[in-house]
Nanobody, 124 residues
Framework: QVQLVESGGGLVQAGGSLTLSCSTSEHTFSVFNMGWFRQAPGKAREFVAAISWGGTITYYADSVKGRFTISRDNAKNTCFLQMNNLKPEDTAVYYC?????????????????WGQGTQVTVSS
């Protein structure tokens, strides 16, 4: 069982920045594609960004493209989500997820392991 722990959430004003981290003690972290999803109150969980196991391929939701950057440090077993120019509509619980497949998925059902989530609140 792969355990993922998110951190870095908090309250920020619109236009501000936050960096989320997703860490694991799993020694095989480098073989997992990683994804970030979010769920706002009353809404379904949605895809935000994904990165391939080697870090060479990334995908982003249109709503965050140009503002968010996903990255990873396999030596530190950590995946990051740098969020800039935050908007109130970015307010949600953010989850990281891991997938041992060949390509970085953009749909939640393809991910096998999930973190507990971290709250991001953007005030206007």
């Amino acid at each position: 069982q792969v355990q993922l722990v998110e951190s870095g959430g908090g309250l920020v004003q619109a236009g501000g920045s936050l960096t989320l981290s997703c860490s694991t003690s799993e020694h095989t972290f480098s073989v997992f594609n990683m994804g970030w999803f979010r769920q706002a109150p009353g809404k379904a969980r949605e895809f935000v960004a994904a990165i391939s196991w080697g870090g060479t391929i990334t995908y982003y939701a249109d709503s965050v493209k140009g503002r968010f950057t996903i990255s990873r440090d396999n030596a530190k077993n950590t995946c990051f989500l740098q969020m800039n120019n935050l908007k109130p509509e970015d307010t949600a619980v953010y989850y990281c997820a891991a997938d041992p497949g060949m390509e970085a998925p953009t749909t939640e059902y393809e991910y096998d392991y999930w973190g507990q989530g971290t709250q991001v609140t953007v005030s206007s």
